[in-house]
């Protein structure tokens, strides 16, 4: 056993042998089969090798082979960390009910009351613990937080965040107009105040994986002032920036009679300086081509979040017109306007909706599994702009990773004999859950199975 350092990661090298499948820019699947990984204490992978070359890695990287994690062939193989670009913290109580609403309503009725009550922060961290080991445990290694517009219960969520090791930006939510449930908005300058509030406090915290995110609700919660400070303070700061765009067709109605002189959804953003390269905004069901070409332009993500979309009612999403534009596209849970907190859930939803769009939309090339396995993972990290820190298994990146098992008791499906490894991965793209998800790590750190405390 490597002694622990205070980081919990051991004092020396950890060393895994067996396979990993990935994604690359080249390749949006590859599975590296028989391959040997070290990850150094700080959690950056050192080497990634073929298996046999072990003996001469055991002695440039002075470990012992007795020290090597080997996984069972077949059975185990790592993954990629799960990156969800989209899911609100604050929603996790109605997770899974409440979906009969269409967005505007739904917001009314169910969304803004729940989100009201995270001003208690007894409550805020009861429930913010669950939603933290829940998308833990279901191999989410980076989630991009909303939580409320309460500034020390987002950072309660940081802190929670930050005990259980997981990677994530936060939001404290923006909002300075809410006509119908008037108990929950800010004054302009509260939010602006409140945002920079949170920054700093979170910043004073230092942690080293917890990252703030400057988040304007979406444009019909916002006057033109309160976008304009925000654009501004992000941009002094060069913080990150998350949003909502064009999710539902009421929606773009109502921005477009805010903001007469404005080309579209995406330019309201781009005027209020809030569209750039560390912007990621949700949805984009209905984003012209023209607005592609813009986030194209100014390197900005978009979230997709396909549970949401169809949960809602909201539309459906094309996600090859984005590819194509090279928009850099990610996946979302959006719980709870999406009912699953997996993203493989995500994986799968966003399939169905590609083949859906297949069936009546002429000349449309379908999304493959393997392509959308890298927007779990690659894409998402991409379009969150970490993919220098994450995102797959490159030396010099940090090992977030899932070591998945095929062969737990209760498995949701079964291997059979004549299964290739493409298939086995199938079956746990399509079938798997978190039974499978037997060890998750952040940063060369094991998050799950939680520590007992
Ligand atoms: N648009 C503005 N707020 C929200 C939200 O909480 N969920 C979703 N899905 N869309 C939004
Ligand atoms: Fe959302």
């Not at 009612?313 to 699953?340: E, F, I, P």
Request: charged share 25%; hydrophobic share 35%.
């Amino acid at each position: 056993m490597a002694t622990k350092t205070p980081n919990g990661r051991g004092d020396r090298l950890q060393v895994f042998r067996g396979t990993f499948i990935h994604s690359t820019d080249t390749s949006p699947l590859e599975s590296l089969d028989a391959y040997i990984v070290g990850v150094n204490e700080l959690g950056k992978i050192m080497f990634i090798d073929t298996a046999d070359k072990d003996e001469e890695l055991s002695v440039k990287w002075r470990f012992k082979r007795e020290t090597i994690r080997v996984l069972q062939p077949r059975q185990e193989f790592f993954i990629p960390g799960l990156v969800d670009t989209h899911i609100h913290a604050s929603q996790y109580p109605k997770m899974g009910s409440c979906l009969d609403l269409p967005l505007l309503q739904w917001l009314i009725k169910y969304t803004f009351p729940v989100e009201a009550r995270f001003k208690d922060l007894k409550f805020a961290e009861d429930m913010y613990t669950k939603v933290v080991k829940r998308t833990l445990r279901n191999g989410t290694t980076t989630a991009c937080y909303f939580a409320t517009i309460h500034t020390d219960s987002s950072l309660k969520l940081c802190d929670v965040i930050d005990k259980f090791g997981q990677r994530a930006f936060v939001g404290k939510v923006c909002m300075d107009i809410n006509d119908i449930y008037t108990e929950y908005k800010e004054t302009t300058n509260e939010s602006v105040k409140e945002t920079e509030r949170f920054v700093a406090e979170l910043a004073k915290r230092k942690y080293p994986l917890v990252r703030p995110i400057v988040t304007p609700r979406f444009v019909p919660s916002c006057t033109s002032e309160l976008l304009k400070q925000l654009g501004s303070f992000a941009n002094a700061n060069d913080l990150h920036i998350q949003s909502h765009i064009s999710e539902a067709r009421p929606e773009i109605d109502v921005v477009n009679n805010m903001f007469l002189n404005c080309k579209n959804y995406s330019d309201v953003y781009d005027v209020h300086g809030l569209l750039n390269d560390k912007t990621i905004m949700a949805h984009g069901v209905y984003l012209s081509d023209e607005e592609l070409e813009l986030f194209q332009k100014k390197g900005a993500g978009i979230a997709h979040c396909p549970n949401s979309n169809t949960s809602l009612c909201s539309g459906l999403m094309n996600v090859r017109n984005a590819l194509n534009h090279k928009v850099n596209v990610g996946l979302g849970t959006d719980v709870s306007g999406g009912y699953s907190p997996s993203v493989l859930d995500a994986v799968r939803r966003a399939i169905d909706v590609s083949n859906i769009l297949s069936l009546n939309t002429p000349g449309y090339e379908k999304l493959s599994y393997k392509e959308v396995f890298r927007l779990a993972t690659l894409g998402g990290s991409k379009a969150l702009g970490l993919d220098k820190l994450i995102g797959n298994f490159e030396v010099g990146k940090d090992f977030d990773a899932v070591l998945i098992n095929t062969s737990v008791p209760n498995s949701p499906f079964e291997v059979f004999p004549e299964d290739t490894l493409m298939d086995i991965f199938q079956k746990f793209l399509f079938l798997g859950d978190d039974r499978n998800i037997s060890e998750v790590y952040v940063a060369g750190k094991q998050v799950f199975p939680f520590a007992k405390s």
